[in-house]
């Protein structure tokens, strides 16, 4: 047997929706309108669907775990596999209700949506709350994304799929350079908030050109701020940030929506 097949069926056994977690997903969150009826034929990956008349659908606001850029193609990611199994037991050979999140298709001419069956199960709830995927939400594509952050904290508090691993563990702000080019998560306390032409920067350390920073153009201020959002108070706070770290002067994400921001205290 190969030593990463344990791993495997570890990881597998967690799309099973664990009590609390599952109440989480079943609880559908507002402003979900049914469109049509689909029904997924083939789990292309772990939230990508081939339906029956041949059309692709990506599961909306989320994103399951896919082998990194910098892993060798030949190198086995037993939680990408892991997840993609998932999505095939629980989705295949079902009729399922789209629900559109915002943007109707992605740049591959793919469908974008929330998945709803008859009894109410929501897919994209379900896949988050069983750790095989992350809230991944854009400007555009919002609908849903603060349950879907209340259902990941609970997978990541106990520990589940993904948020097992170290590849996916939320990075401390003073380690932000280690997840470099990649989509994370990071956490720490906002030092000082600047606006210079224009854009917003949380700066996380004393020195801006090496430590972590948030930027914001001013159209995302302008989206905080219809929304009843200061980003003047986030100084002192805590925050957890999400979204693609990338080398800017020292590591940085660029925030345009406020599900990217979470308050920790």
Known sequence: ??????????????AVPVPGARAAADA??????????????????GDTLR?????????A???APKRPLDVAADRPWPIADAARSALAELALERDWSLVPAGTPRDRYGRLLGHLVDAEGTWLNGELVAAGLARAVSRADLRLGARRLLEIERLARARRLGLWSLQAYRVLPAEEARFGLNRFALVEG??????????????????????DFTVSLEPAARRL?????????NYQGLRLRVRGWLQPVNGPMIEVTHPEQLEVLE
Do not use: K, Q
């Open 1 to 14: 047997m190969s030593p990463l097949r344990p791993l495997t069926l570890l990881l597998l056994a967690t």
């Open 28 to 45: 559908l969150p507002p402003g979900f309108v049914a469109g049509e009826t689909v029904r997924p034929v083939e789990a292309l990956d």
């Open 51 to 59: 339906l029956a008349d041949g059309r692709e659908l990506r599961l």
């Open 61 to 63: 606001v989320i994103e």
């Open 189 to 210: 306390r906002v030092l000082a908030v600047a606006t210079v032409r224009g854009r917003t920067y949380l700066n996380f350390g004393e020195d801006w050109r090496t």
């Open 224 to 232: 905080f701020e219809r929304e009843g959002v200061d980003l003047e």
